[in-house]
């Protein structure tokens, strides 16, 4: 018999009874696992699966009776998003070329001639840095480029030097920061050798009305700039550091003198860069400060060198000539104590219940320098005659150039009583050329005594800009200062604020440094201590400020002592100038590993004294029902008492980018995006909006206009893309050139942060958007920073006037003016609230997770500043980041995907307590949003499941189908097996073939 006849003999005959069960059965235990696994996966990370797939429509109903009332909360200012986008390119166009600082300008050199042939020179002409990497990243694949914006400005442009420059970068990658991962992050400054120039060099004469040499620096979340960079240049000198030119970019300005009459340098980095050899070279005729210029800033640029635009950027930090003798260097990157690890339960859903724990390493950094650091540090260091400031400063904090000339006069003064303000007004006049613009800065020095409450010599207390100024125009603008704000911070004596008696000159400066021709200081006199404390505190604070940090100054020590950080003083910067940790101090102390111990719940809430709350109790209102009223008003008891415990941990554990929607309450989900220079998402590439300039850029506007501008622009745009909040502004401080994140923090000053934070986020709050500041606090470094948390060293001084300074000032100073509807007529009234939304960080606060410290938390958030909105972890991810305490401290949302972390507790009365509080948190700032357009008092919601559970549902129920089939056809044909191995001629089959003995065998 051959081959084939054999195979369809086979196909007769039927399968034997143990091999149908060897196939079958497997395979149905197989189908059913997955079936179960796959149902009980996505019912655990349902949120996660949201996120990427959609969570649903939940249909809002409005009653018959509210049909014609005004329930349009929030509007728009434009027809269309393509509207808005129009718009915003031209705000980023403007915002660039307010911010771009005219560093140098020898013998007016700039602006350029118009129509002048150029020739572009340094990688970043090619390959420029828009902004930075990580969450703070936008989209500029289609951002205007250097090179379009100096064609648009009516350059000609050098089209064979830039085609070499542009292939060099395409095949040679900059160094680039991978959000957390050291191992692969990389520092290559990535500069085309200046030999592979000469091929090109023929083309010089043709374009050569000017250089212009372009020099790169990029940033990204989740790694520092690096400080040693011998790994990363093969012509680096040792101790060479990534924020000095490389020889690759020495030689190319060389290349540029030698060649070119008119040689412009534009610095494409937003953090600061040792510039002293090129400011002070006479070869060198221009330098502009540009920042990371977003989708169209490249224009400004271009309308700056041909003058259409004139230059009115003020640096926002000092520029300071050796990096390596600032006091923050020693005292940056990356530090551990010795033999400290320590141990945390993994707080997830898949092993809240198991004894899972992960084991790390404990970081810390100490912030030695104390309040002096950037100008504060500089300008005092230069008055005591520790330093040369020419030597040591290339550019003062506050600095900038024109092309024209301005003079001003103070033309009048007021000073109140103590609890009153001191104000000046200066007349600006334009005595040059050009039409421009001006910034007026105010600094006051406070009296100081040796040994004495620290204090810098000068500190920023206002700022003003002008508006255009024509030629031989004036303008006056008006500077203010609250006295109490001149006080100091006391944490050894008083523990508290305290306004000195003594003089204090209060100056109109042109930058930190230079005192405005033609003026005097001002000089306010206090009589007699005035101590901001009990109920003498200041008049923006709610309660008393005392001292809530003293686990953490006690770290510091006014003299060397064992184990302590020595605090950096003036009274002698010699003898107390900050060193890297000494080996007594990498020894962690038993309080310190106390501190980074694993929070314990059940200690916590065996404490408690509190009842256990009301759920899921009766109600019918629903959250737009509370829209206007105030926080503690009695209805939001009830409707809080309506909640169920589930409903309101899956709103509390499913916090990222988004707050889950309650249909119990018809509460919507809202949305929350990224990142400080526009809406970036990474999971929803619809959301991802018009790349804004880097708030470095926009602190060196000085113009708090421009930046309410911005966020009223954002608010248009999340009006069409239906956004509700914004993880923004971000408000940390530049305290080391070298971090990572610069690009995304304004300034190293606090009040300048503090004054731009603002602006943005009260423009956001006019189209109900509500801004969640971020990163709370002292969260000025990445490196470490979520390896188990850098426990962060200051004393109580530095962290409240330095680092609190600007989250204080935008909590105090936000406000949102909230329509809503007051009775059963549809009368529309209009109360305010304060902002809305905090986020906190994932460093500590000592030894104390900052998220999970309720002295940071509550205490001074919510107790002193009067904060109501909700606080929002960082992304959260890591196991010391403990939900049950941050809800306990007063983190109120997690911002991570279900099931990534869980609560430990859910049922003891702390627990229900601090979950109830946070959602009444949340759900106040979202009942106050644009989140409520369209919805009326007694609206009704229903709930549409997304296509995804549909498809869930169905193809768990054919698996069902099938598994319960094949089930009944095993069973069946083990019936009928049984019934014929029994002599049961019903059970037989009726043509049962013959089978070989040794074919039943293998059987």
């Given at each position: 018999m051959n081959a084939k006849a054999k195979n369809a003999d086979r196909a007769k005959k039927p399968m034997s009874n143990k091999k149908f069960l060897w196939i079958w059965v497997p395979v149905l235990a197989v189908v059913t696992v997955v079936t179960v696994v796959a149902n009980v996966a996505l019912t655990v990370a349902g949120g996660w699966v949201a996120s990427q797939?959609?969570?649903?429509?939940?249909?809002?109903?409005?009653?018959?009776?509210?049909?014609?009332?005004?329930?349009?909360?929030?509007?728009?200012?434009?027809?269309?998003?393509?509207?808005?986008?129009?718009?915003?390119?031209?705000?980023?166009?403007?915002?660039?070329?307010?911010?771009?600082?005219?560093?140098?300008?020898?013998?007016?050199?700039?602006?350029?001639?118009?129509?002048?042939?150029?020739?572009?020179?340094?990688?970043?002409?090619?390959?420029p840095v828009f902004g930075g990497s990580g969450s703070g990243s936008v989209d500029t694949n289609s951002a205007v480029t250097a090179r379009a914006g100096l064609e648009n400005a009516g350059f000609q442009v050098n089209d064979q030097v830039f085609a070499a420059i542009e292939a060099y970068a395409a095949e040679n990658?900059?160094?680039?920061?991978?959000?957390?991962?050291?191992?692969?992050?990389?520092?290559?400054?990535?500069?085309?050798?200046?030999?592979?120039?000469?091929?090109?060099?023929?083309?010089?004469?043709?374009?050569?009305?000017?250089?212009?040499?372009?020099?790169?620096?990029?940033?990204?979340?989740?790694?520092?700039?690096?400080?040693?960079?011998?790994?990363?240049?093969?012509?680096?000198?040792?101790?060479?550091?990534?924020?000095?030119?490389?020889?690759?970019?020495?030689?190319?300005?060389?290349?540029?003198?030698?060649?070119?009459?008119?040689?412009?340098?534009?610095?494409?980095?937003?953090t600061t860069l040792e510039m002293g050899a090129l400011q002070d070279d006479p070869e060198v005729d221009a330098i502009l400060l540009a920042g990371s210029p977003g989708a169209t800033g490249l224009n400004a640029l271009g309308r700056i060198l041909s003058g259409d635009v004139n230059p009115s950027g003020r640096t926002a930090d000092l520029w300071a000539a050796d990096f390596t003798a600032d006091p923050t260097y020693v005292n940056f990157g990356g530090f551990l104590y010795d033999g400290l690890e320590v141990s945390y339960p993994v707080s997830s859903i898949e092993t809240a219940t198991s004894n899972a724990t992960v084991t790390d390493e404990a970081p810390f950094v100490n912030y030695a320098e104390g309040i002096y650091f950037g100008y504060r540090y500089y300008e005092t260091a230069a008055a005591e005659g520790f330093l040369d400031y020419d030597?040591?400063?290339?550019?003062?904090?506050?600095?900038?150039?024109?092309?024209?000339?301005?003079?001003?006069?103070?033309?009048?003064?007021?000073?109140?009583?103590?609890?009153?303000?001191?104000?000046?007004?200066?007349?600006?006049?334009?005595?040059?050329?050009?039409?421009?613009?001006?910034?007026?800065?105010?600094?006051?020095?406070?009296?100081?005594?040796?040994?004495?409450?620290?204090?810098?010599?000068?500190?920023?207390?206002?700022?003003?800009?002008?508006?255009?100024?024509?030629?031989?125009?004036?303008?006056?603008?008006?500077?203010?200062?609250?006295?109490?704000?001149?006080?100091?911070?006391?944490?050894?004596?008083?523990?508290?604020?305290?306004?000195?008696?003594?003089?204090?000159?209060?100056?109109?400066?042109?930058?930190?440094?230079?005192?405005?021709?033609?003026?005097?200081?001002?000089?306010?006199?206090?009589?007699?201590?005035?101590?901001?404390?009990?109920?003498?505190?200041?008049?923006?604070?709610?309660?008393e400020v005392t001292n809530q940090f003293d686990d953490v100054s006690a770290q510091f020590s006014t003299e060397p002592a064992e184990g302590k950080i020595l605090s950096m003083s003036r009274a002698d910067f010699a003898g107390t100038f900050p060193t890297a940790p000494t080996a007594d101090q990498l020894v962690a102390s038993d309080a310190v590993a106390e501190g980074f111990e694993a929070w314990d719940h059940e200690a916590v809430a065996a404490e408690f004294e509190g009842e256990t709350p009301t759920t899921g109790a009766d109600t019918d209102l629903a959250l737009i029902?509370?829209?206007?009223?105030?926080?503690?008003?009695?209805?939001?008891?009830?409707?809080?008492?309506?909640?169920?415990?589930?409903?309101?941990?899956?709103?509390?554990?499913?916090?990222?980018?988004?707050?889950?929607?309650?249909?119990?309450?018809?509460?919507?989900?809202?949305?929350?995006?990224?990142?400080?220079?526009?809406?970036?998402?990474?999971?929803?590439?619809?959301?991802?909006?018009?790349?804004?300039?880097?708030?470095?850029?926009?602190?060196?506007?000085?113009?708090?206009?421009?930046?309410?501008?911005?966020?009223?622009?954002?608010?248009?745009?999340?009006?069409?893309?239906?956004?509700?909040?914004?993880?923004?502004?971000?408000?940390?401080?530049?305290?080391?050139?070298?971090?990572?994140?610069?690009?995304?923090?304004?300034?190293?000053?606090?009040?300048?942060?503090?004054?731009?934070?603002?602006?943005?986020?009260?423009?956001?709050?006019?189209?109900?958007?509500?801004?969640?500041?971020?990163?709370?606090?002292?969260?000025?470094?990445?490196?470490?920073?979520?390896?188990?948390?850098?426990?962060?060293?200051?004393?109580?001084?530095?962290?409240?006037?330095?680092?609190?300074?600007?989250?204080?000032?935008?909590?105090?100073?936000?406000?949102?003016?909230?329509?809503?509807?007051?009775?059963?007529?549809?009368?529309?009234?209009?109360?305010?609230?304060?902002?809305?939304?905090?986020?906190?960080?994932?460093?500590?606060?000592?030894?104390?997770?900052?998220?999970?410290?309720?002295?940071?938390?509550?205490?001074?958030?919510?107790?002193?500043?009067?904060?109501?909105?909700?606080a929002i972890s960082d992304f959260n991810l890591y196991p010391y980041m403990n939900p049950n305490q941050g809800i306990s401290a007063g983190t109120d949302l997690t911002l991570t995907f279900q099931p990534s972390k869980s609560f430990a507790d859910t049922t003891s009365a702390k627990a229900v307590s601090d979950i109830r509080e946070a959602t009444h948190n949340i759900l106040f700032t979202v009942a106050n949003s644009n989140a409520m357009n369209g919805l009326a008092p007694g609206a009704t919601v229903s709930y549409t499941p997304p296509t995804w559970v549909y498809i869930q549902i169905i193809a768990s129920i054919v698996l069902g189908l099938l598994v319960v089939a094949g089930a009944f056809l095993v069973t069946r044909r083990v019936l009928r097996h049984r019934g014929a191995t029994a002599g049961d001629p019903q059970g037989a089959p009726e043509h049962e073939p013959a089978v070989p003995a040794g074919r039943a065998d293998r059987e």
């Open positions: 797939f959609g969570s649903g429509t939940y249909t809002f109903t409005n009653s018959g009776e509210s049909a014609d009332w005004d329930t349009e909360y929030y509007t728009a200012d434009y027809e269309s998003i393509d509207d808005v986008d129009a718009a915003a390119q031209a705000l980023v166009e403007e915002i660039s070329g307010a911010g771009i600082v005219l560093a140098k300008n020898e013998g007016g050199s700039l602006p350029l001639a118009a129509g002048a042939s150029v020739t572009m020179l340094g990688r970043a002409a090619a390959d990658p900059r160094g680039f920061i991978e959000m957390d991962r050291p191992d692969i992050s990389t520092y290559t400054i990535g500069e085309m050798p200046v030999d592979q120039y000469e091929a090109q060099s023929s083309s010089f004469a043709q374009y050569s009305d000017a250089a212009v040499v372009y020099i790169g620096r990029p940033g990204g979340e989740g790694g520092d700039l690096t400080t040693d960079m011998t790994d990363w240049d093969e012509n680096a000198e040792e101790g060479q550091h990534q924020l000095e030119l490389n020889q690759d970019e020495k030689d190319l300005v060389a290349l540029a003198k030698a060649s070119f009459e008119t040689v412009v340098v534009v610095v494409n980095a937003s030597d040591a400063v290339v550019y003062p904090f506050g600095y900038g150039l024109s092309y024209t000339d301005f003079t001003w006069e103070v033309v009048g003064t007021q000073a109140g009583a103590v609890d009153g303000t001191v104000s000046v007004d200066v007349e600006v006049t334009n005595a040059g050329a050009a039409a421009g613009k001006d910034v007026v800065e105010l600094y006051y020095t406070a009296p100081y005594t040796p040994g004495g409450i620290e204090k810098s010599e000068v500190v920023l207390g206002d700022f003003a800009k002008t508006g255009v100024i024509e030629p031989g125009a004036s303008e006056t603008v008006t500077l203010e200062i609250a006295v109490e704000d001149m006080a100091s911070y006391d944490h050894l004596g008083e523990r508290a604020y305290v306004l000195e008696a003594g003089d204090y000159l209060l100056s109109v400066r042109t930058d930190s440094h230079t005192v405005a021709a033609g003026t005097e200081p001002i000089t306010y006199t206090v009589d007699s201590d005035v101590v901001y404390s009990g109920e003498n505190h200041r008049s923006t604070d709610l309660a029902d509370l829209r206007g009223l105030p926080k503690d008003d009695p209805q939001w008891d009830e409707l809080l008492d309506s909640l169920s415990v589930d409903d309101m941990t899956d709103m509390l554990l499913n916090g990222a980018y988004q707050t889950a929607a309650i249909g119990s309450i018809a509460k919507p989900q809202t949305v929350e995006p990224d990142g400080p220079a526009g809406f970036s998402s990474f999971i929803n590439s619809s959301i991802n909006g018009v790349a804004y300039p880097s708030e470095f850029l926009i602190a060196q506007t000085w113009d708090v206009e421009l930046g309410a501008a911005m966020g009223e622009m954002l608010g248009n745009e999340a009006m069409f893309k239906d956004i509700n909040g914004w993880y923004a502004p971000a408000m940390n401080l530049h305290r080391s050139p070298f971090a990572g994140r610069n690009f995304e923090y304004y300034s190293e000053d606090p009040f300048l942060s503090g004054a731009m934070a603002t602006s943005v986020a009260n423009g956001a709050a006019t189209k109900g958007m509500y801004t969640t500041l971020k990163h709370f606090a002292l969260n000025d470094q990445e490196t470490n920073r979520v390896n188990n948390g850098i426990a962060t060293w200051a004393t109580e001084q530095t962290i409240r006037e330095i680092y609190l300074k600007p989250f204080e000032m935008a909590v105090k100073n936000i406000s949102m003016d909230v329509q809503y509807i007051a009775d059963s007529e549809g009368t529309v009234e209009e109360t305010t609230i304060g902002a809305g939304g905090v986020m906190s960080s994932f460093n500590r606060i000592g030894a104390t997770w900052a998220g999970g410290s309720e002295a940071l938390m509550t205490d001074v958030l919510r107790g002193e500043w009067g904060f109501e909105g909700f």
